[in-house]
């Protein structure tokens, strides 16, 4: 019933750039927060920055003054644009949306497949 796509993933060298798409779809009635999480080999999944209805940002300390996160309510889709990228970056990336479906009373949380997000040194 509802669906969050991503896009964007990929390979890139140490310095560059990429920008991650997630678009959200389905019965939803309302968007509360839009964020992305990431999760590397052997860790645990972390916040990495999350838009709130209100306008509100947070990040990560690690990626604070690199990565840039917007959304777009109209389309129903956040955007991470993740510049300066460092090895210890790469990870598979989440879209996280918390929302409420036009059947259901209640908030809650959603994820999408994950992108895979490397960079090389």
């Known amino acids: 019933q509802v669906q969050l796509v991503e896009s964007g993933g990929g390979l890139v060298q140490a310095g560059g750039s990429l920008r991650l798409s997630c678009a959200a779809s389905?019965?939803?009635?309302?968007?509360?927060?839009m964020g992305w999480y990431r999760q590397a080999p052997g860790k645990q999944r972390e916040l990495v920055a999350v838009s709130t209805s209100l306008g509100s940002t947070n990040y990560a300390d690690s990626v604070k003054g690199r990565f840039t996160i917007s959304r777009d309510d109209a389309k129903r889709t956040v955007y991470l644009q993740m510049n300066s990228l460092k090895p210890e970056d790469t990870a598979v990336y989440y879209c996280?949306?918390?929302?409420?479906?036009?059947?259901?009373?209640?908030?809650?949380?959603?994820w999408g497949q994950g992108t895979q997000v490397t960079v090389s040194s």
């Open positions: 389905g019965s939803i009635f309302s968007i509360n927060s």
């Open positions: 996280n949306a918390f929302l409420k479906r036009f059947t259901v009373s209640t908030y809650s949380a959603y």
